[in-house]
């Protein structure tokens, strides 16, 4: 069960409704998603993480944002070993990067996991041409099909159309779900079960949540809600597993996004200690005292809990708040927990700032700015 260090005195009347209002918001699919997993669809996705690691050496996860940050951070931080390897593109548009991940998979046997809800990202488009070009040249027109997996809309986008009229293997990202909440439908249970992580031990993580990290969920939400009004701006992120890097990043776009906008929000920055301890360890301890740390303490071994309970001991004597996460386990159904845990503080505390966590509106200025430069 995950735990808080905090008990903080909450509008118990505003976050019951707040909650009733999630649930019954239009993009709020995800809140009871873990109750309702459709277990033929777990079943298909398992087939097809089966055949993968049967004929290929490499899955490409292709995607952006909430299309891979979530598997991705459960992956690293777990790093199961199915014998397969997992490589991501499409998550910038660095010709650099694409021709190193083109060059990595080599002659090596592959198959493609593109993930794209609408189904029109550049970034995922133009990996995905170069990846099928590729498939196609090695395996031909036809076999290249059947190593393609795409995860998309169930009814709009170019992904989706093209994926209905090749055959591709579809899995579908429904509707009430959007991108960054999508970690429990195949757009994060695919690669997960392609890499091996035990995605029945996360599901029945994520469920467990449902009920015994709402309460824990709720006083995060309202610490956050709290600080920010208190002009906290920022808050760190701070764990002590190397591998837990990419979850921190998830984080971070969880938050952003959700959170960052009509001139609200806070700023989601992350560190990992000890490594950060050396480099903006000296600014937590003793820099500009905006900003307050959020560990996630995950269980770990008596060295590192010697360093969790020094840093706290060090950076609230330096006049941080410091507020602590614990997290039960450190394995595929504790990462479930975690995920919901976050996933509803997140929402929740969008929704005590006044935002809409479903939307990413500024996400279009930079999409309009570049597609016009490509136009000239
Ligand atoms: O969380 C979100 O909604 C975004 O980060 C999207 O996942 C990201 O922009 C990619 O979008 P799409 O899945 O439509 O390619």
């Known amino acids: 069960m995950i735990t808080v260090n905090f008990n903080p005195q909450f509008d118990a009347a505003k976050m019951s409704s707040i909650l009733q209002e999630l649930k019954s918001d239009p993009m709020g699919g995800w809140i009871e998603l873990p109750k309702k997993i459709d277990m033929d669809e777990v079943a298909r996705i398992k087939a097809a993480a089966k ?31 199915s014998g397969l390897k997992i490589i991501y593109a499409g998550k910038s548009l660095s010709r650099r990067e694409l021709e190193y991940t083109l060059n990595k998979v080599g002659d090596r046997d592959f198959s493609i996991n ?12 133009i990996a995905f041409a170069a990846f099928k070009d590729k498939l196609i040249k090695k395996y031909g027109p036809e076999e290249a099909k059947g190593r393609i997996y795409a995860t998309t809309d169930a009814h709009h986008g170019s992904l989706h159309d093209e994926t209905v009229n090749n055959g591709y293997t579809r899995f579908v990202v429904p ?41 824990p969920a709720i006083k ?73 740390e959020t560990i ?7 060295m590192n809990k010697k360093v969790v309970c020094a840093v706290m001991r060090a950076h609230t004597a330096g006049g941080i708040p410091v507020l602590s996460i ?39 200025a930079y999409k309009n700015e570049l597609k016009k430069l490509i136009q000239q």
């Not at 490409?60 to 790093?79: D, P, T």
């Not at 610490?223 to 760190?236: G, I, L, S």
């Not at 504790?334 to 929704?351: D, P, R, T, V, W």
């Open 51 to 81: 055949k993968i690691n049967e004929d290929s050496e490499y899955l490409v996860c292709i995607g952006i944002g909430g299309s891979y940050l979530g598997h991705r951070a459960i992956i690293e931080a777990l790093r199961p070993d």
């Open 114 to 125: 593109v993930i794209s809800k609408s189904g029109t990202t550049l970034e995922t488009s």
């Open 175 to 215: 509707d009430n779900i959007g991108g960054r909440y999508s970690v429990l439908t195949a757009v994060g249970l695919l690669p997960m079960a392609v890499a091996g992580v035990d995605i029945d031990g996360f599901i029945a993580g994520a469920l467990a949540a449902t009920t015994e990290a709402v309460e």
């Open 220 to 292: 995060y939400a309202w610490m956050r809600y709290t600080m920010a009004m208190n002009k906290y701006d920022t808050e760190v992120f701070a764990s002590f597993e190397p591998f837990s890097e990419y979850f921190n990043e998830w984080l971070k776009q969880l938050f952003g996004e959700s959170e960052g906008k009509n001139g609200q929000g806070i700023w989601p920055a992350s560190v990992v200690y000890s490594t950060d301890l050396h480099s903006l360890g000296q600014f937590m301890q003793e820099g500009r005292r905006n900003l307050w």
């Open 296 to 302: 996630i303490d995950y269980p770990t071994d008596e």
């Open 326 to 364: 614990g997290v039960p386990s450190y394995d595929a159904r504790g990462f479930g927990e975690l995920i919901y845990f976050f996933e509803l503080s997140c929402a929740m505390s969008a929704k005590l700032l006044g935002v809409d966590p479903f939307t990413q509106p500024g996400v279009e």
